[in-house]
């Protein structure tokens, strides 16, 4: 019998399950995502006040340049009324005329006037800007934090449009492009009907129209629930608000429960035209919604995520410099270790799929980066994001025999058959064990070179050859034997079969099972690689050659055979 979970002692009973929405009709299910959603970062926003030690104007200025690099069209850039060093840089972008022509910066403003006559005077001379105003909704924050009802909470949010309508008369008009962004703050904890009713009113106010969208931003501010729950709540919303066509429905999700993205995508499915978050999900608490991860699962989809992402680990490097804090090294698509593989099998798998890419692509006559991607264990190439393959397989003891030989081949264009690297991946299994950690490719070469290629009892010095009228290969090799050099003659059908009757001669009595070889390199100092499996004194064990002439490399392998034997 299995044995059977026991209860944890936790206080669970102090937690309710949220309440799931009436949408027996939900039509997102049967959705698939076919275009990216509209992207807006908050990194310089909600991820910068979330920060232990916050970005100060550079390290502002670097992040706002890396988004504007990889595309992104909206930004949100601060909240001006509540920092003085937010106030600054948004008026250095503005006065340093910072800000592309097809970029719209956003800032935050609370639903106070003077905290909005601040933060749309910050706006002073920028071409295209949005004042983002936000209150909370829900029943506690009215109830605990507001102590408003209903009415008055819809008042906040009906009085504040009215004011950034107000400044923005006065203080924008030469802004070549206004736009408004509504959030009702604690949207996933809102009573659905209460939250429609205030965007509603909002909207009453602004008065949407053509060319007068309005953002309604419904935020899980605090993930309480299964993405599922928040798509129902999405897509209701996206069917009962009225001047649907003018209104871009955006949502920003956290992620408490650790399913940003999937409520995110789930979202889109349900209506969502806009997403807000942040470069690998920086932001409060668990963070926000990480757009790395969500634009590359859109583009590993086959989908144009309309922002640049292939130069990953320049982008990491800038959050990581920006942020003070560092990606983690499984963060999707990119973390350290994200396209790499230790398992043996995951190895193997990989290595078996490089090799049938490289087949199908040259069977349709194009080049192995334009075919289609289908590789074991890697969602995407890694290439394709800039990375390079050397960090693909990396070898420690729980690596197997594709590894090491990948390893080997992608290096060393060391090409090994494949019962030698079984044989080859035990010896780097023990040595694995015993010094634990990861083994680098010179690590691995290392141990090849000790144990294929080294000096031991027989060596071969130089051979001369000659085939006799009835074909017999006669060969004449001096050979290095337990230090003396010695002259050894033999014959056969060919110069391996000849050497091995000639070390019978002196006491090493082998019989070949299989013979491989391949160039190791082009050209005119091009070098080959032999490899011999032999049955030694009732032992089977390989033995490599190296050398820039494959009989003399087929010769030595026969030798590194024999040396094996020896020391086993």
Not at 266 to 284: I, Y
Not at 417 to 434: G, H, N, T, W
Request: a negative charge.
């Amino acid at each position: 019998m299995i044995p059977q979970q026991q209860p944890s002692g936790m206080p669970f009973h102090r937690y309710q399950p949220f309440k799931p929405v009436d949408l027996p009709d939900r039509t997102w299910p049967s959705k698939t995502i076919t275009k990216a959603p509209r992207w807006l970062s908050t990194d310089l926003r909600d991820g910068n006040q979330a920060l232990i030690e916050p970005m100060d104007t550079e390290r502002k200025r670097e992040i706002f340049d890396l988004l504007v690099r990889m595309g992104y069209k909206e930004i949100e850039v601060g909240f001006p009324a509540a920092s003085q060093t937010d106030y600054d840089f948004v008026r250095y972008l503005i006065e340093e005329d910072r800000i592309p022509d097809d970029v719209q910066i956003s800032v935050l403003t609370q639903a106070r006037e003077e905290l909005i006559e601040r933060t749309v005077q910050s706006l002073v001379g920028a071409k295209r800007a949005t004042v983002h105003l936000y209150n909370a909704t829900s029943p506690e924050f009215r109830r605990i934090v507001f102590g408003v009802n209903r009415e008055e909470c819809k008042g906040i949010a009906v009085e504040g449009t009215r004011t950034v309508l107000k400044f923005a008369e006065q203080y924008l008009k030469d802004t070549e492009y206004f736009g408004y962004e509504y959030s009702p703050e604690i949207f996933i904890d809102t009573e659905l009907e209460f939250a429609l009713e205030v965007c509603e009113a909002v909207m009453d106010v602004y008065q949407p129209g053509p060319d007068r969208e309005i953002i309604l931003n419904l935020p899980a501010t605090v993930e309480r629930a299964t993405p599922n729950v928040y798509a129902d709540q999405i897509e209701w919303m996206s069917r009962n608000l009225s001047r649907r066509e003018y209104v871009c429905l955006s949502v920003h999700p956290h992620n408490d429960r650790g399913t940003a993205v999937a409520a995110a995508e789930l979202a889109v499915m349900a209506g969502a035209d806009r997403v807000e978050g942040c470069l690998f999900g920086h932001g409060e608490r668990t963070g926000n919604v990480c757009l790395v991860t969500l634009g590359l699962n859109l583009f590993s989809q086959g989908i144009d995520p309309m922002i640049d992402f292939s130069n990953i680990d320049e982008i990491r490097r800038t959050v990581e410099h920006c942020t003070q804090l560092p990606v983690n090294p499984r963060h999707p698509y990119g973390g350290d270790l994200v396209y790499t593989a230790f398992s043996g099998s995951h190895q193997d798998a990989i290595k078996k799929g490089f090799h049938a890419l490289e087949a199908d692509a040259a069977a349709a006559g194009v080049p192995v980066d334009e075919y289609r991607w289908n590789m074991p264990y890697l969602p995407i190439d890694p290439k394709d994001v800039g990375r390079t393959y050397e960090a693909v397989i990396r070898v420690n003891s729980q690596s197997g025999k594709g590894g090491v030989s990948y390893v080997l081949q992608r290096d060393y264009s060391i090409d090994l058959p494949r019962r030698l690297q079984i044989e080859f991946s035990r010896v780097v299994q023990q040595f694995a064990d015993a010094e634990g950690g990861e083994f680098s490719g010179e690590r691995i070469w290392e141990i090849f070179t000790d144990t294929y290629l080294s000096e031991g009892v027989v060596g071969v010095m130089a051979y001369r050859s000659e085939t006799s009228e009835d074909g017999e290969y006669c060969i004449s090799a001096d050979v290095r034997l337990r230090g003396e050099i010695r002259e050894i003659t033999g014959t056969g059908n060919g110069p391996i079969s000849a050497f091995v009757d000639a070390l019978a001669g002196v006491g090493f009595k082998l019989r070949v099972l299989d013979y491989s070889e391949h160039a190791l390199s082009e050209g005119g100092d091009a070098r080959a690689a032999a490899y011999v499996e032999a049955e030694v004194d009732g032992n089977v064990l390989w033995g490599v050659g190296i050398s820039s002439n494959i009989t003399t490399a087929s010769l030595k392998a026969v030798c590194s055979a024999v040396n094996r034997a020896q020391q086993s």
